[in-house]
Structure formats: structure tokens, C-alpha cells
């Protein structure tokens, strides 16, 4: 994991933002032409011939979040592109992922595809040489803030260009808290007694994708850095310089076993996909969501109700007398990389280009208030109450955790180490069971090599 990487990309974007937006505007104008110098021409007429790229995502609301401002971009480029055509497939992540590896199988990979800068995901690519090597140079002017292209990256080679900074929260309907007088919780112990009293009252705590599995890890670096202090414990023991048997482990697996046992997330989370998950918060069926920042459109998405869209917020996991509020789990999130077999790489990279303009993504992003972007951006003067509450969190950081723990290694240890959590959660494993298997999961990725 690279600890200093998003931290000092809050300092970049501090010094870069300023609070001058001008609204909800798509900010696709006053960008200079692309001219895409490798079309062919017609015989017949001397008109260039139309040139179809496919582009893969894992954006799969294209009417919302996101997922609206990609599709605005691709529409803009191929309005003014008129000889290029995009074809956009849509899946949701654990869809997207089952694709892709269907895609890789047959070496029929779409020509611009999602790609997450973390090596259980790209390496396998990049060392199959499935994937393009990006020429740095042609992006210099979209602003990636520092060291957020080094997942994407090896041997000195880039290969993906991120979209997006990311970081676990909790939201939380403020309405329901503030009708039945609850508190946001400050301590793992406040956590536990809001799920006493919420499900004393018949309302679910917290909504949580559970069938995912991916978040569980996650909020394991949480609780274990509440127990030490820092986020490097985990590294460490994933590099076998200690190991997961260590006390502070086996608070941390207990103290998410008595969370789960407790009741503090919804009925039937295990079975619950994504959009499950989000629809029970938004629904106002569900008092809190562990999600990641990117759910910040949220509090704009028209499918859920005025009241709950204005008393939607967010804090960060609760602090320990070791581990502080502003030490989160952070991360570069999800990009963009292009096949290395496609017929079309120029066209691909010309697009991608435009992409990251920052007056495209990155400032149309926050702009219309649906994610933090991993390059500069203009802060809007119309942010919502819920953007500026996620901003003040990633602002503040004094520590992150980089990398997720679960995607820093082989595949066969991110499928490990969700299964085990999941396991510990429903009570099959005891924390210390957990542990133990954890361990052993972790000597059989060392052994793997690169």
C-alpha cells in the first residue's frame, strides 16, 4: 500500500480548488479539438469512414451519479467527432469483474476498458500483455494529483489512468436520527449502543452490500487500526513481517463479530447485492450505509424522496483512543485502460484524452456532485450539504490506508480474504479461528511470485 500517496493529494487539491464554480454545468465546452489524424477516408465521397470503439464500465447507471457525467462526455466527443463512434456495455462491479475475466479468456477484450490500479486486478493484465502501455506525455495537462497513477503502473510503464480518489464512510439519514434524539457515534462503543437502541425501535443500522463481500475487508482495516494506530499492521502482515495471530487482529476480527451479532446490519445483508444496499438507505429503510464516497450523489439522485435527498449526511468510522476520526481508509479508485488489441489504439487514446481534460471529468464530476476525482478540480459553489460534509472528511485526513488490503495481493487472496470475513460475520469463524485462517491464506500469497 502506498501510505503517502492520498494524503498528499489532499494537499494538492487544497491548493488547487477554489470555490468559483458557477453551477451544475456539464463543462464540456471551450476544450481544444482532438483531431483524429488516423481516420480513413471514403472513396467513394472523401468522407472519413465512421471508426466504432467499445468501451467496458463498471458505471452501470448511465441516467444518474458517475455513470450520467461518462456518458455525457462520450455523447460530447462524439458530437464533436462525428467519424467516431463509441459503443458503451454497462455492468455493475461483480458483474463487470465476471465479464472481464470472460473477455481476457478469449482475448477479445472491448477496445477502452475499466481497470482498477490494483495489482489483483491489472497485473494479471499487464503481465499478459493484454493491455496498452499509455504514453505519459499526452496526459501531463489533466492534473493527476500525485501518486495517484502508481497502481496503474509497473516497471516505470502506465497502463490505466484513474478516475476517481475513493473512501469508506458512513451515511446517515439525519432525519432518523434526529426524530428518535441518536447521536453520531464517536466510539466503537456509541457504534454499538445507536445498534442497540435503532434495533430496539424495528429499524435496520446499518445497509451494507454483503453478497459484494469486498467491503468487509475494508472495514477490517478500520477496526484494526483502531487498535494500533496505523494502517501499516496490515501491510505488514500481508508482507509476513508479522503475523495476523497478533492480539491486535483478533480484537479487531471480535470487535466486527459483536457489531454483526448485535444486529447491526440490516436483515439479510449477506445476501445483499449493491444496488440492494443503496436502495434500503435511500428508501429510509435503513438508518446508516457503509459505502465509499462515491455514493455522494446520493443526495441528488431523483429516484429517492426531497426529505431524504436533504437530510442525507456522513462521518467517518468512529475513532479509538489510538486510532482518530481522520485516519480513513482511502484509496485511488477505478480508470481506464486501453486494450492492447485493439484496431483502433490512437483513436482510443485521443479519446481518453479528452476524457481528462479537467474541465471534463474532473471538474464536471464535482460539478454535479456524484465523486471526488484523482486529478485537480474547481470546487462548485453549489455544492450540497452532503459533498461538503465528504469533502471536510477527505480534507482532513491525517493518515490512510492506501491500497485496500484485499487487492494488494493474488487473486486467490482477495477471494480468501472476503470469504473469511464473510464467514466471521455469520459466525462460522471465531475471531480467532479467523485469524488463523487468515495467516495461512497470507504464507500461500507470499509464496506466489510476481
Not at 54 to 75: H, N, P, Y
Not at 109 to 134: H, V, Y
Not at 323 to 334: I, K, L
Not at 347 to 360: G, M, N, T, W
Request: charged residues 20%.
Amino acid at each position: 500500500m502506498k501510505k503517502p500517496a492520498v494524503i498528499l493529494a489532499v494537499f494538492v487539491i487544497l491548493l488547487s480548488v477554489a470555490a468559483c464554480g458557477d453551477g451544475r454545468t456539464s463543462g464540456l465546452t471551450g476544450g481544444r479539438d482532438i483531431q483524429n489524424s488516423d481516420s480513413s477516408i471514403d472513396g467513394e465521397n472523401g468522407q472519413p469512414q465512421t471508426i466504432t470503439l467499445k468501451l467496458f464500465t463498471a458505471l452501470s447507471d448511465r441516467m444518474s451519479g458517475a455513470g450520467k457525467v461518462e456518458q455525457a462526455i462520450i455523447d460530447q466527443y462524439m458530437i464533436e467527432h462525428p467519424s467516431i463512434k463509441i459503443e458503451v456495455e454497462a455492468l455493475q462491479d461483480e458483474p463487470y469483474k465476471s465479464k472481464m475475466k470472460i473477455y481476457s479468456s478469449t482475448n477479445s477484450l472491448p477496445d477502452i476498458i475499466q481497470t482498477w490500479g490494483q495489482s489483483s486486478f491489472i497485473k494479471p493484465l499487464i503481465d499478459n500483455k493484454m493491455l496498452l502501455e499509455l504514453p505519459a506525455q499526452k496526459f501531463a495537462e489533466s492534473g493527476f494529483i500525485k501518486g495517484a497513477t502508481e497502481g496503474f503502473s509497473q516497471d516505470g510503464k502506465l497502463y490505466g489512468l484513474p478516475r476517481s480518489t475513493d473512501y469508506l464512510v458512513l451515511y446517515y439519514n439525519k432525519k432518523m436520527f434526529a426524530d428518535n434524539k441518536l447521536s453520531v457515534p464517536t466510539s466503537f462503543d456509541e457504534l454499538k449502543a445507536l445498534v442497540k437502541t435503532l434495533r430496539a425501535k424495528g429499524i435496520n443500522p446499518i445497509a451494507v452490500n454483503g453478497m459484494d463481500r469486498w467491503v468487509f475487508p475494508i472495514w477490517f482495516e478500520y477496526t484494526q487500526q483502531r487498535q494500533t494506530g496505523s494502517f501499516d499492521r496490515m501491510d505488514d502482515a500481508l508482507a509476513r513481517k508479522i503475523k495476523f495471530t497478533e492480539p491486535s487482529f483478533i480484537a479487531a476480527a471480535t470487535q466486527m463479530q459483536e457489531l454483526a451479532q448485535a444486529g447491526g446490519f440490516a436483515d439479510g445483508y449477506l445476501t445483499a447485492d449493491y444496488g440492494a444496499a443503496r436502495n434500503l438507505f435511500g428508501q429510509g429503510n435503513a438508518a446508516m450505509y457503509l459505502v465509499g464516497n462515491w455514493e455522494l450523489g446520493i443526495a441528488t439522485d431523483a429516484n429517492f424522496t426531497p426529505q431524504f435527498r436533504q437530510y442525507v449526511g456522513a462521518f467517518s468510522y468512529p475513532a479509538s483512543d489510538k486510532g482518530a476520526a481522520t485516519d480513513v481508509a482511502a484509496w485511488f479508485g477505478g480508470g481506464y485502460s486501453v486494450s492492447s488489441a485493439s484496431k483502433h489504439p490512437e483513436e482510443a487514446l485521443q479519446f481518453l484524452e479528452y476524457f481528462f481534460k479537467p474541465e471534463h471529468w474532473a471538474n464536471t464530476l464535482w460539478a454535479n456532485g456524484v465523486g471526488t476525482p484523482a486529478s485537480r478540480f474547481v470546487r462548485s459553489s453549489n455544492e450540497t450539504a452532503l459533498q461538503q460534509e465528504l469533502f471536510e472528511i477527505f480534507s482532513s485526513m491525517t493518515s490512510s490506508s492506501g491500497t485496500p488490503v484485499l487487492d494488494t495481493s493474488t487473486v486467490d487472496w482477495k477471494e480468501a480474504i472476503m470469504d473469511l470475513n464473510a464467514r466471521l460475520l455469520n459466525g462460522q469463524l471465531t475471531p480467532k479461528q479467523f485469524v488463523e485462517e487468515l495467516d495461512k491464506a497470507a504464507d500461500i500469497a507470499a509464496s506466489v511470485q510476481y
